[in-house]
């Protein structure tokens, strides 16, 4: 297990070089051309080498929290679980072997549970490619490994995981960089919180949230036969040990992504394995506070606290981070499949409830209509692997003066 930490953390070596003798090799194999024209879109992908568009910030949604990305022509996956995966494409226009033949040259992993983490282990074993994880997701990813090689899915028993942080760490304790982007992208993670059920906020309304399926979906897609590859760790220590990734661009604005597949009760320090404190949460409100300007921020839509607390955790993230596009990710699990349009009704609603600047504790509680960030909606399964495409030099991204610099990729 190699680990990078800023404040005197050694750092990962050696993290871009897979990449680099993936994308040198032209002509790329049919497989991987169709793989990348698929997700990235035929108009951003070389049909005779399969490289994507280097000038260009590449998101496509694979289900749920999952995306393959693609940050300057550098392919990742962000998790790898595929809501109903079957043997051939149906409500999901993909298979698992797809993401193979994607060939991304890492795995990024935000936490261990099931709706996350199955086929890690499947793709990474057959590509040969880093899982990036908690310490406690990455000795799963061993076990899943073990299990595919007996099984003859996989060519190997063991995968390379890195542990992002320690075992057993305290969520903010460790702040870390991964280089396995560079020279384009620096990443900083942390661990944060797992959504988690806490009782009824008093400082603020809460507008509540409907958890309704379209009953048509059934009819209109009718279920396969399944094909995955499951992770065990789903009910093991590394399930809820959840991790936050910055993804900031070298030069062009210094374009800036956040991804965070859980969106945790900051107010109250709780995840769902424990309570921490709210001491620890908001050591993490102010991470997010101090970490460069985000432009974007796809964040999970769903807290399992919703029931009693609504979207008011979705926004508190987007107060903290203050993002100027939000995309809502984490549907289909949790949040029911096609009630994505009930989510977006009750986060807009929400806003609305947070306007008061005489709250108690206004640093998680207001957020003026100004700072709001633009709610680019999601809708599954309609919106599986549309691109979408950002140009980093576009001016909406620039940033203000003295602050390009905050953080820990400077």
Partial sequence: MKRTRVHGVIALAFGCLLC?????????SADLVKARQLFFGIENVNATTGEVNNQKVIFSWITNASYAASLKGRVVLLDTYVHRAETVPGRTPFVVEDLVSLRPEAILLGHGHFDHADNAAFIAGNLGIPIYASAETCVAMQV?????????????????????????STPGAEIVTIPQL?????????????????????NIPIFPVLNI??????????PGLPLAYPSSGSGGPGGPVSIFYQFVMRGDNRFTVVWHN?????????????????????T?????????????ELGSMVSLGFGTNGMRDVVIYNKAL??????????????????????KVSYLAQLDLMLNPAV?????????????????WMVDPDDYLKPLVYDPKDQRWSKPAGRAAVGACN
């Fill in 20 to 28: 680099q003798s993936t994308l040198a090799a032209p002509p790329a």
């Fill in 144 to 168: 899943d490994a073990t299990n595919l090689f007996a099984a003859g899915r996989i060519p190997v028993s063991k995968v390379d995981c890195h542990d992002v942080t320690s075992t057993g």
């Fill in 182 to 202: 560079e020279p384009v992208a620096c990443i900083t993670a942390f661990r944060h919180l797992h959504s988690a059920r806490v009782a009824a906020d008093p």
């Fill in 213 to 222: 399926a379209d009953l048509r979906d059934p009819q209109m897609y009718p």
């Fill in 262 to 282: 859980t969106t945790g009760a900051l107010p109250e320090g709780c995840a769902i394995d424990r309570c921490w404190s709210p001491a620890v949460g908001k």
């Fill in 284 to 296: 993490l409100f102010d991470i997010m506070q101090s970490l460069p300007p985000t432009d974007v």
């Fill in 322 to 343: 203050l993002p100027k596009v939000y995309i809502p990710i984490h549907q289909t699990n949790a949040a029911l499949p096609t009630s994505s349009l009930e989510f």
């Fill in 360 to 376: 108690a504790n206004p640093d998680y509680y207001f957020l003026p209509k100004e700072l709001r960030p633009e709610a680019r």
